[in-house]
């Protein structure tokens, strides 16, 4: 018997296009090489009559950032009826939305740093909470936009409300966590492997740290205590049913541990699109867990359905 056709949906038109590029195409190469049928769709407004013409018994969702990540594409999927992957339509708006995932992460129960919403017009030259504090575009990824204010700082940085910012008008503003970057995964409701994240370029694990080559080291399994270990593992599979994802998932954490081994554990953000570039963490993850890359493919495309 035959495998599935599947459209596997890259690129796109967000800042993010050469990340879904690059997630893209290995995730079509690994499906190929498990027999699937498989046509790579580099994204455009008419994707919709693109779709309608292929007719795919699945569509791999590959796309990062706005119109891929955020509900868009999963609404426009679910009207053609065509079975896709990751999470359903509210989810990944929700998700998308920092300040309103962790309100519904801290009714869950889950630790989250103090922020608090705003225009970037309203935060001029008077810091809008005692600085460190992160300022983060409420919807967009890879760290696209953060800008971290040290203590330091007499100021907010100018390019928040200058015409060269480019991601949005509102902003989180988010007490700054210092500590350890820690991620864990999530597959079929169960929890992965939990990874530390070294960024070697710069401070924080920023785009580069992300998808540049030797830009971060990946620590797997990350070497904390197995009481921490765990913890980040139920909080990250609380924070993917709480927010209602589907497929897989990846929660971000911060953890400081230089005063105490409990020390301080938040959550960050979950993420409804992982990367799945070379470089990428949730394919680690899979891999530490028994899986080669095209049988975790594979169980994405097996896992797909409409009504998310």
């Not at 928040?160 to 949005?168: A, K, L, Q, V």
């Not at 694990?205 to 540049?212: C, T, V």
């Amino acid at each position: 018997m035959s495998k599935k056709h599947v459209a596997v949906l890259m690129g796109g038109f967000s800042s993010e296009r050469p990340v879904s590029l690059a997630s893209g195409n290995p995730c079509a190469a690994a499906l190929e090489e498990e027999g699937y049928r498989v046509t790579r769709v580099d994204v455009s407004r008419n994707v919709a009559s693109v779709l309608q013409e292929l007719r795919p018994d699945v569509a791999f969702n590959a796309l990062h950032g706005p119109y891929g990540e955020d509900g868009t594409i999963q609404g426009l999927l679910e009207y053609l009826e065509i079975p896709y992957t990751h999470s359903g339509v509210l989810a990944s708006a929700l998700a998308m939305d920092k300040v309103q995932a962790k309100k519904v992460a801290a009714a869950a129960g889950i630790p989250i740093a103090f922020s608090r919403s705003m225009s970037r017009f309203d935060i001029g030259n008077v810091h809008p909470i005692e600085p460190p504090y992160v300022v983060k575009p409420v919807r967009e990824g890879s760290s696209f936009g953060v800008v971290i204010v040290k203590e330091d700082q007499s100021h907010p940085p100018q390019v928040i409300g200058s015409s060269d910012w480019r991601y949005g008008d509102v902003v989180m503003v988010e007490k700054y966590v210092a500590g350890r970057e820690l991620t864990c995964g999530v597959m079929d409701g169960k929890a992965l492997a939990v990874t530390e994240i070294i960024a070697k370029a710069n401070t924080f694990y920023d785009y580069d740290s992300k998808y540049a080559a030797g830009g971060s080291e990946h620590v797997i399994p990350a070497q904390i205590s197995p009481k921490i270990y765990q913890k980040i593992q139920e909080l990250a599979v609380k924070a993917h049913e709480a927010i209602g994802c589907r497929g897989v998932s990846r929660s971000d954490f911060r953890y400081d541990d230089r005063f105490s081994e409990d020390g301080e554990l938040i959550w960050m953000e979950v993420n409804t699109q992982p990367g799945m570039t070379p470089t990428s963490l949730l394919p680690e993850m899979a891999i530490q867990s028994g899986l080669t890359f095209g049988e975790f493919v594979s169980w994405i495309v097996e896992d797909a359905s409409c009504s998310r």
